[in-house]
């Protein structure tokens, strides 16, 4: 009588972030959001070329506004992510393959975090090619940029696309979390500058408006405190409780 003795060996974190990484670009949404950021991307460098002034053909100038797009548009990649696992039927698989939901969603926050300094990446890589060639056409051509702009641009990128998970794994639904995405923070910053009462509070948990020094040189002590208590409540609140929901719900 032989017996055999079967052990379930636990996949590597390293590897399973890799996974999720790949899974991004393997369903069509996400394969044609991803082209069209890069587009979009090459699309800002083409505008100054085209119709900026020669002293804003800048290293700095084309990195600053190409990040634009990705921040914009990374985020619902960031929400295909997690909704995916249940609009296209997959979670039973996942789940299955690696029982322990927590590792999984952490992966895809690494995963997020990855593409966003991909991006970001991407971005200074595409800014130095419109850079020379701007230099070629009478532009400016300076290379100089500040150093806080660089991981300023990747904490930027990096904040909305986990933003986009934390929306994702809350919801569980893709139009709903996508449209909430976008329309609550906007009608947050609608209500901030209309209703006076509510101006103070806006400064604080407006996540545009605290994330726009981060466009910025030079951040100050008092725009980091408002940009960490906008984050805990626009990011890692729907992330907490987003996980909450994925540990708990059911697959079928």
């Known amino acids: 009588m032989t017996t055999t003795t079967m052990t ?3 996949l590597p974190f390293s590897r399973l972030t890799w996974v999720e990484l790949r899974k991004l670009a393997d369903t069509r949404a996400g394969f044609w959001l991803l082209l069209v950021i890069g587009l979009a991307t090459a699309g800002t460098s083409a505008i100054i070329l085209g119709w900026s002034e020669d002293s804003e053909m800048t290293f700095q100038g084309f990195f600053s506004f190409g990040l634009l797009p990705s921040a914009v548009l990374l985020p619902v990649l960031g929400v295909l992510s997690v909704t995916s696992e249940w609009s296209q039927r997959t979670a039973l698989s996942t789940f299955t393959l690696v029982p322990a939901r927590g590792r999984v969603l ?4 690494g995963a997020g975090a990855l593409i966003a300094i991909a991006a970001t990446v991407a971005t200074a890589l ?4 419109a850079n020379v060639i701007g230099r070629g056409i009478g532009g400016d051509g300076s290379w100089h940029v500040d150093g806080s702009l660089v991981w300023q641009g990747l904490l930027l990128e990096v904040i ?4 986009g998970v934390g929306f994702g794994a809350l919801l ?3 139009p709903l979390a996508i449209v ?9 910053s609608l209500l901030g500058s ?9 400064e604080w948990l407006d996540i545009n408006v605290t994330t726009t020094p981060l466009s910025e040189i030079g951040m100050t002590s008092g725009e980091y405190a408002r940009l960490g208590v906008s984050v805990a409540v626009w990011v890692l609140l729907p992330l907490a409780a987003g996980a909450v929901r994925v540990l708990r719900r059911e697959v079928s």
Request: proline share 3%.
């Open 160 to 163: 909305f696309v986990l933003m």
């Open 8 to 10: 379930r060996t636990s």
């Open 126 to 129: 595409l800014s130095a090619v």
């Open 194 to 202: 209309m209703i006076k009462g509510l101006h103070q509070a806006s």
């Open 180 to 188: 909430l995405y976008f329309a609550l923070p906007m009608v947050w």
């Open 106 to 109: 952490v992966a895809k926050i």
């Open 172 to 174: 569980q639904n893709t």
